[in-house]
């Protein structure tokens, strides 16, 4: 698998540079999923102690979706460049926006929507050059 | 509620060390060309593949610091826009360690996004 690598280089070009752009989506939706949880151990944190980060249960979980979004990173960093790929990331504001509305009902005004939209067309303008 | 300027600090130092983490996650998985085993080991010595393992690491010290600066009374309305300076940091560190390009379309994205992040982080009071 890996002795094709350098052949294929040429040829595999473009669906190449597209998909790491697609594992960074993936990993910006569980990245948010994990902010969440992290916001509602923080919430709960009594002090900066390791044992009480430890035994947060929500904390935990948001590291664990956090390890496994940070893989996904890894994977798509191996093809990807990383002044492309690095502010997209931002997308996770987004998605985080999106949850903060639905679970704990936070308000949606102007300022937020305007951001949101100016990063999905920032994201947008980023995966339109890695195109090329 | 005001942001306490150690709160910032906080956050300003984990975007610092999160912009150097994803510097090695990149140097660590040009490594996984040559197999997924590589994810761990590595031919040359110390047999392990250290920076892979530097960038997890020094992702979550940057989160325990996001976490510490997210704490209230931390506003994200004043600490949002702060995590995006990790992202021109580490435009900068791509350009230092890896030689990429720094192309006028990379500029107007981060840009725009830095902007999105600033008027998020302006909603969230």
Request: glycine share 12%; hydrophobic share 50%; charged share 10%.
């Amino acid at each position: 698998m890996s002795a094709t690598a350098a052949g294929s280089t040429q040829i595999s070009d473009q669906p190449a540079r597209r998909q790491p752009v697609g594992l960074v989506f993936c990993c910006t939706i569980l990245g948010a999923a994990a902010q969440v949880l992290m916001k509602t151990g923080a919430n709960h944190m009594a002090g900066p102690g390791v044992l009480g980060m430890a035994t947060n249960l929500p904390l935990m979980s948001g590291y664990c979706l956090y390890g496994i979004s940070t893989l996904l990173l890894v994977l798509a960093l191996k093809d990807g460049e990383l002044s492309l790929l690095y502010p997209v990331i931002a997308l996770t504001y987004v998605w985080v926006t999106v949850l903060s509305f639905l679970i704990f009902h936070d308000d949606i005004n102007p300022w937020k929507l305007a951001g949101i939209v100016l990063i999905v067309l920032g994201v947008a303008v980023l995966g339109k050059g890695g195109k090329r | 509620m005001k942001t306490p300027v150690s709160h910032m600090l906080l956050v300003l130092l984990g975007s610092f060390i999160g912009s150097f983490g994803a510097v090695f996650l990149k140097s660590g998985a040009g490594q996984l060309r040559k197999g997924w085993m590589h994810m761990v080991i590595s031919h040359e010595p110390p047999f392990f593949n250290w920076r892979l393992a530097s960038g997890i690491g020094l992702y979550l010290l940057s989160s325990y610091f996001f976490v510490l600066g997210i704490r209230p009374p931390g506003e994200l309305s004043v600490l949002y826009p702060m995590v995006s300076v990790g992202y021109i940091f580490t435009l900068l560190w791509s350009r230092i360690f890896f030689k990429e390009p720094l192309t006028r379309v990379k500029f107007i994205g981060l840009f725009v996004i830095v902007l999105g992040v600033v008027f998020v982080g302006l909603g969230s009071k």
